[in-house]
């Protein structure tokens, strides 16, 4: 006596298209409306102020605003950025990498 495997055909040849369609409208329509509302900012006289980072590894000097003396073992640096309307560019948060052993 054999033993029929019943298994459902894969339907791959109609989902494959259908799924690569849907991929290249979604990076179609983030690139469009990125681009849109960039010429939208420019347009109204937005410009971005200067990153003073993040545009690779590059040294900068920066000029020592004050230093605030925190206990008998740790100073807070404070610098100022060469331009008054100047950002620092680097992002607000981190995310540290949890391992668990």
Do not use: W
């Not at 006596?1 to 329509?29: D, E, Y």
């Not at 469009?32 to 937005?46: I, P, R, V």
């Not at 680097?90 to 052993?101: A, E, G, N, V």
């Amino acid at each position: 006596m054999s033993v029929q495997n019943f298994t459902r055909p894969i339907l791959r040849s109609q989902t494959t298209p259908i799924a690569i369609a849907a991929v290249v409208a979604g990076f179609g329509a983030y690139s469009f409306y990125s681009s849109s509302a960039k010429k939208t900012e420019l347009a109204k006289g937005n410009a971005t102020p200067v990153k003073t980072f993040g545009s690779g590894p590059a040294f900068t000097s920066l000029q020592l605003q004050s230093v605030e003396k925190l206990n008998h073992d740790s100073s807070r640096f404070r610098f100022s950025f060469p331009k008054q309307d100047a950002i620092s560019g680097l992002p607000l948060t981190c995310t540290p990498s949890m391992t668990r052993k």
